[in-house]
Structures are given as C-alpha cells and as structure tokens.
C-alpha cells in the first residue's frame, strides 16, 4: 500500500510541475493507467522510477508519443533477464532507430539497478 502511495504521489507531483490543462491531463490519464496495472510490488517499484524521471515527456502507456508506447515495448520484447538488460542498456546509453527516427537520449546518471526495475515494470505491461 504504501508503494501505491509512493506512485500517486509522485505522479501527482509531477502533475504540480506542469503548467497547462494538457500536461495535468496527460498525467491524470497516465496515473489512471497506473490504477489498472499489475498489482506487483515490482510493477509499482519500477513505475515510480518512471514516473518520477523524465520518461513520461516521451512516453505514455497506452499510446505512441515521441516515443513508443509502453505497451507496445511490452508486446514487442518478452520479459527475460536477456531482453532486461538489452533495454536497460538501451535506457541508459540512449538508442535511435528501433522505434523510427525519433532517438532516446541517454540516462547516464540512472543506476543499472534502476533501469532494470523500471524495464521490469514496463514489460509486465505485456496482455
């Protein structure tokens, strides 16, 4: 319970840092898609790393922004200890072309540790 706090309130903080109607939406439809995720305390560990770096300026859950969705990582890559730590690298180093032109850019101050709680999170998306 008390991780499920720790996700709605840094989502909710990042709501605050917005500035617009559109941003404060965008993070009551991502907190939304938080609500109805798997009750892991994983899934809530890695998501609060999420939802509290600056991935959501890219990404959302449900739908493409700048960058892929999560959902559509989750379909795309198994959840193996193999794949966590291609896209962990990936998180942290930064890639380009997978997705389409769009680059990621690097992470390099994310610990491994983190990158692969957050990819965790992130492939359990998977339906």
Partial sequence: MKKVLVVFATAGLLAACGGGEKKDNAAA??????????????????????????????????????????KDVAAKYENTPENIALLSSRVIKGSKGIWGE????????????????????ILMLKK
Avoid at 102 to 121: F, G, I, N
Wanted: charged share 30%; hydrophobic share 30%; with cysteine.
């Fill in 29 to 70: 439809e991502e907190k939304e898609e938080v609500k109805k995720a798997p009750e892991d305390p994983a899934y809530t560990e890695g998501m609060a790393l999420v939802l509290g770096s600056d991935c959501t300026t890219c990404h959302k859950i449900e739908e493409p922004f700048t960058g892929p969705a999560y």
């Fill in 102 to 121: 769009a680059q990621m850019t690097p992470h390099a101050s994310l610990s491994p540790e983190d990158a692969a709680k957050m990819v965790k999170a």
